[in-house]
Nanobody
Framework: QLQLVESGGGLVQPGGSLRLSCAASGPTLDYYAIGWFRQAPGKEREGVSCISYSGRSTNYADSVKGRFTISRDNAKNTVWLQMNSLKPDDTAVYYC???????????????????WGQGTQVTVSS
């Protein structure tokens, strides 16, 4: 079974940066597109970014485009989310999950399963 564990969250001031990690155990991550999602208190879970299984294609929510960067290293079985210029509205619990892949090899911000781990808390506050 593929297991994903998020880490790297914390408290940061507005304008600061954090780097989240999504570490996989079990089967190799090579064949899975991975997405990052977040859920703030009182709000629905929303897609943030995803990366194709090859790492050649990425997608970003409009709210984070230009500030966040998703990347992966299949040899390390890890996907990262570099978050820069953080805003208070970025405060949420962040989750990673396997997402849908297209026939063209791109990713969609739709999880394959409605199954979530503990996530990692990101708090942006002064």
């Amino acid at each position: 079974q593929l297991q994903l564990v998020e880490s790297g969250g914390g408290l940061v001031q507005p304008g600061g940066s954090l780097r989240l990690s999504c570490a996989a155990s079990g089967p190799t991550l090579d064949y899975y597109a991975i997405g990052w999602f977040r859920q703030a208190p009182g709000k629905e879970r929303e897609g943030v970014s995803c990366i194709s299984y090859s790492g050649r294609s990425t997608n970003y929510a409009d709210s984070v485009k230009g500030r966040f960067t998703i990347s992966r290293d299949n040899a390390k079985n890890t996907v990262w989310l570099q978050m820069n210029s953080l805003k208070p509205d970025d405060t949420a619990v962040y989750y990673c999950a396997v997402v849908q892949s297209t026939f063209q090899g791109t990713c969609r911000l739709n999880p394959v399963r409605d199954s979530w781990g503990q996530g990692t808390q990101v708090t942006v506050s002064s």
